[in-house]
């Protein structure tokens, strides 16, 4: 058995052929590289920047709404003590200008007559009979100045206070009561201030 072997001889290829057929690539100056690098950096921190820019704000918004939510928290509390503490005030008013007004008819009973008169004024003539309802403190006051009246009838009533009166007729009823006479007041206002507005 004998085999051949064939032989090959091999030979390097040429290294001035092969190296004049490759791309190398493209050499650049300093000042090429440093001009790439430095529009690579703006472009980064272009991006970077917006990036950041649009993150901070969405976390800007995410707080503004949690801070609304947290205002809002407050004022609804606040808004319902507004309420009372008006409530409260408007009847801490009404007691003050009663013990003010109280005292004022005792020092000069004929402040409560021209109230009587204003009443009467109000009511017309064409009811007939009126009952007029007075303190009666107010009453054993004003009886002799009231008792030329025409068609009033005076009546002592005890739920009044020192001030007040009730005046009825046949289709009018006054009520001359401090409450009375402050809401129609505070209405009053209350209408003035809507109007300028």
């Known amino acids: 058995m004998s085999a051949r072997l064939e032989v090959v001889r091999w030979t390097a290829p040429g290294l001035e052929a092969r ?6 690539p493209a050499r650049h100056s300093v000042e090429e590289l440093q001009a790439i690098e430095q529009a690579a950096y703006d ?9 950041g820019l649009a993150s901070g704000q969405a976390e800007m918004r995410r707080m503004l709404a949690q ?3 947290i205002l809002d928290g407050f004022t609804r509390p606040l808004a319902r003590l507004d309420g009372e503490v008006a409530e409260a005030l408007g009847e801490l008013a009404v007691r003050v200008a009663g013990a003010l007004i109280g005292r004022a008819y005792v ?9 009587v008169q204003e009443a009467l004024d109000a009511m017309g003539t064409t ?3 009126v009952e007029l309802r007075l303190h009666p403190d107010d009453l054993g006051v004003l009886a002799p100045h009231l008792a030329g009246l025409d068609g009033v009838r005076l009546v ?10 009730r005046l009825h007729g046949e289709s009018v009823r006054i009520d001359g009561t401090l409450s009375a006479r402050l809401q129609s007041v505070m ?3 209350l209408e003035a201030r809507e109007a300028k507005r």
């Open 43 to 51: 472009e980064g921190y272009a991006r970077g920047h917006a990036e």
């Open 67 to 69: 801070m609304e939510g």
């Open 107 to 115: 020092a000069d009973p004929t402040l409560l007559a021209d109230l």
């Open 127 to 129: 009811t007939r009979e």
């Open 156 to 165: 002592a009533d005890a739920t009044l206070a020192r001030g007040e009166l």
């Open 19 to 24: 190296h004049a057929d490759t791309d190398l």
């Open 187 to 189: 209405q009053a206002m």
